[in-house]
């Protein structure tokens, strides 16, 4: 398959725990990683390979995988993490690069 | 610092041609692959093409391949998208984002230039 699915939507109240998964095909040969969209803005990386953080990204924001599932957890949830988050990989070939449909984070 | 800013978008009939670019500041840019993604209105991120450090290996979507071609100037720090024989589904803000040296994520991303294909 050639494809990243991910849930559309998920809400978490704030301060709890919320993770979002990506699955497909790919992600048993290549890390996820994952970008963060808001309202307007450019996506930016939050998430790459065995769990790294970019500089300046909270500790909050961890990730995982295991076979054909990549999760991206945000532990105490803040009301700045509402947003897009996108999963990304190589497709199957490495030639390409694949994006998942993308889930749209609530905080409540 | 990192900077990416495309130019180049503007609205365009069914069938025509536009040219985008992207100008890099802030890193070498002569050593990152660089990809083109775009998002359009409403809809989630779609990448459509890479291209390697030194322009020889280049990659396209399938909803692309044959109408958009990819470039780049290592002397200007520049990366260009050239899009021919646009359609309406091509309606779309289009970023670029530099890979990261292991050439696995998008490192950093432009701002983005609006495409509208209209007839």
């Known amino acids: 398959s050639s494809e990243l699915t991910q849930d559309p939507a998920v809400s978490v109240a704030l301060g709890h725990t919320v993770r979002i998964t990506c699955q497909g095909d790919s992600l048993r040969s290549y890390s996820a990683s994952w970008y963060q969209q808001k309202p307007g803005q450019a996506p930016f990386l939050v998430l790459f390979g065995k769990n790294i953080r970019p500089s300046g990204i909270p500790d909050r924001i961890s990730g995982s995988s295991t076979g054909n599932i990549a999760s991206l957890t945000i532990t105490g949830a803040q009301a700045e993490d509402e947003a897009d988050y996108y999963c990304s990989s190589r497709d199957s070939s490495g030639n390409h690069r694949l994006f998942g449909g993308g889930t749209k984070l609530t905080v409540l | 610092e990192v900077h990416l800013v495309e130019s180049g978008g503007g609205s365009v009939q069914t069938g025509g041609s536009l040219r985008l670019s992207c100008a890099a500041s802030?890193?070498?840019?002569?050593?990152?692959?660089m990809n083109w993604v775009r998002q359009a209105p409403g809809k989630g991120l779609e990448w459509i093409s890479y291209?390697?450090?030194?322009?020889?290996?280049?990659s396209y979507a399938d909803s692309v391949m044959g109408r958009f071609t990819s470039s780049r100037d290592n002397a200007e720090n520049s990366l260009y998208l050239q899009m021919n024989s646009l359609r309406a589904e091509d309606t779309a803000i289009y970023f670029c984002?530099?890979?990261?040296?292991?050439?696995?994520?998008?490192?950093?991303w432009g701002q983005g230039a609006l495409v509208t294909v209209s007839s």
């Open positions: 291209i390697s450090s030194s322009g020889r290996v280049i």
């Open positions: 984002a530099r890979d990261s040296l292991g050439g696995y994520e998008l490192e950093y």
């Open positions: 802030g890193f070498t840019f002569s050593y990152y692959g």
